[in-house]
């Protein structure tokens, strides 16, 4: 076994005939090595006894990228960490064990979420649009809270509301709770402590010429099914999940009650949205196939219809809407209706679903008169 010198790295002996490599072990220091290839490239590594007794290997480096050295001194390391009872070598495998952004989110954690969450279609979007090819090659711990930030700005500059901003990082602090919590990585999450953006509620509603505007438009719209989708979500105000989502089955004509199950209902307990007779008469128009599904998939029956906008950009045009209004102020402009005929909070959560009144409680000031009217009665005789 002879004595490891940089004349001999420099130029090492020849690989025996019909052997790919040569290994020659240092006398100086036990489990210090040089392996020869029979391409002449030599690299250096460092054998030693985990607290197991097993035998483990480290890869050091190549020669020519570190120095015999250099290479010696840190083999010396190797042996005094194992010899504390460390283990580089399975530290070494940890570090290659941990997977990309893009092999976790696609391999483990959007299947582990897809029938358990109701944001999976939105959280598959926001992987699949922009984290993909801004993360998806990078090691869970190669991203830093910095990361977290500079993408939430970039959003900004992109456009996207503070909303959507706050839902693309609470996404993205739901991926590494998951991961830290299936020990794919070890470290902090960096999305813990990123700032929110502040929220700008919406408070545009259609007036009484936009929804007459609106129905005329959906009575020409080539699409009946989306049509007929974009009415009922107007008149039951219900959320377009529960609308596209509604199944015959769960339609009692005689109750005039829209069943959706816990599993489809935002607050995880069914509910039961009441239909009118508005809502009865669209159900009526709604073209009636094998589906199970009220308002089926063109491409595949099987399926329930998943996007409306082009037909909602179709039928704002031809309505003359003007201004950024979306599907879910169909179910604003519901419970304003509700509110300003005189129908309290409590019955307009009720009809909407909400868990608590605190959520219908900002439609409050489309109704003064009946603050008014309560204001009243604390000293109705006295002044």
């Known amino acids: 076994m002879p004595a490891l010198t940089r004349g001999l790295a420099s130029n090492p002996p020849a690989v025996p005939e019909g052997k790919d490599k040569l290994r020659l072990f240092d006398d100086k220091l036990i489990g210090f090595l040089m392996e020869v290839r029979a391409s002449g490239r030599v690299t250096y590594y460092c054998r030693y ?22 290479a010696r001194k840190r083999a010396q390391e190797i042996k005094a960490a194992a010899a504390l ?13 941990v997977p990309t952004f893009g092999e976790f989110v696609e391999g483990r954690y959007l299947p582990h ?13 926001f992987y699949r649009l922009r984290l993909k090819a801004a993360w998806g090659s990078r090691h869970l711990d190669q991203i830093r809270p910095g990361d977290v930030a500079e993408l939430q700005e970039r959003l900004s ?3 996207l509301a503070g909303a959507t901003i706050n839902r693309y990082t609470a996404f993205i602090k739901r991926v590494f709770n998951v991961a830290l919590h299936w020990e794919a990585y070890e470290g902090r999450n960096p999305a813990q402590r990123a700032q929110m953006r502040r929220e700008q509620g919406r408070e545009r509603f259609l007036t009484d010429a936009e929804l007459v505007a609106l129905f005329r438009a959906l009575d020409v719209e080539p699409s009946r099914t989306a049509a007929c989708a974009i009415a009922l979500l107007a008149a039951t105000g219900a959320r377009r999940s529960e609308v596209l989502g509604a199944r015959w089955e769960r339609i009692d004509i005689d109750r005039r009650l829209l069943t959706v199950p816990a599993v489809s209902s935002k607050s995880g ?12 008469r669209i159900l ?4 009636r196939g094998e589906s199970p599904w009220v308002f089926p998939s063109v491409v595949d029956p099987d399926k329930p219809v998943g996007d409306l906008r082009k037909a909602w950009a179709r039928v704002k045009e031809r309505a003359g809407i003007e201004g950024d209004l979306c599907l879910h102020q169909l179910r604003h402009t519901y419970a304003s209706r509700l509110v300003g005929q005189g129908r309290s909070l409590y019955e307009v959560g009720q009809l909407l679903g909400h868990a608590s009144t605190a959520m219908t409680a900002r439609y409050s000031h489309l109704a003064p008169h009946r603050l008014v009217e309560a204001a009243n009665m604390a000293l109705p005789d006295v002044c």
Request: proline share 6%.
């Open 49 to 70: 006894n985990d607290a197991r007794g097993r035998q483990r290997e480290v890869r050091i480096g190549r020669h020519g990228d570190v120095t015999l050295d250099q």
């Open 85 to 97: 009872g460390g283990d580089p070598a399975a530290e070494r495998d940890k570090l290659k064990g």
């Open 113 to 125: 979420v897809k029938d358990k969450l109701r944001s999976y279609r939105d959280q598959e979007s």
């Open 157 to 159: 500059r992109e456009g």
């Open 269 to 280: 307990r069914p509910r039961y949205v009441p239909l009118s007779d508005a809502a009865l």
């Open 284 to 287: 009526q128009r709604v073209p």
